[in-house]
């Protein structure tokens, strides 16, 4: 499991609602591996990447129970894993348990939610990515204004508490 920091910020105390959103990366593309969001810095986020940790969950500290860093300051957490794998399904899991006032974007491929968390947000694989920055900006705006979380009102976004009746 490696993670990166792309910016100093990232690292600085929290002084409220006036630092750019923190956007926490799970993925284990290698592209992510040397990817300098561009589009995320123009929409005012700093990100930080993990690549997860593979196929054995328990590598993952917040699976053991224990605290992670950057989820605990990030704002939103998108993740580009494979959510059909276990390993994934469990990481999603403790995310939005151990964080339920963080967003939790999950990319998912034909808009399959079964697969979901309650709380946690899809986005299209395919999605661009000013609709990713668009997505998660939105889902932290509204999680960091009301604490709560929930799909945000975008084209491409849905909810699993949503999505159930």
Request: hydrophobic share 40%.
């Amino acid at each position: 499991m490696w993670q990166r920091v792309l910016s100093r910020r990232w690292l600085q105390a929290d002084n409220g609602m006036d630092r750019p959103l923190r956007v926490l990366v799970e993925s284990q593309s290698p592209v992510a591996a040397v990817a300098d969001y561009w589009a995320f810095r123009l929409g005012r986020m700093d990100v930080a990447v993990c690549s997860g940790p593979g196929g054995d969950a328990d590598e993952c500290p917040l699976v053991r129970g224990e605290p992670c860093p950057f989820a605990e300051q990030a704002d939103a957490v998108l993740v580009e894993l494979d959510i059909s794998l276990p390993s994934t399904q469990r990481i999603v899991a403790a995310l939005t348990a151990r964080h339920p006032d963080t967003s939790v974007v999950v990319e998912v491929a034909d808009g399959d939610t079964s697969l979901l968390p309650e709380g946690a947000v899809s986005l299209a694989k395919t999605a661009s990515v000013n609709e990713q920055v668009r997505v998660l900006r939105r889902a932290a705006i509204d999680a960091r204004r009301t604490g709560s979380l929930g799909a945000p009102d975008l084209p491409g976004a849905t909810s699993r508490r949503h999505t159930r009746d």
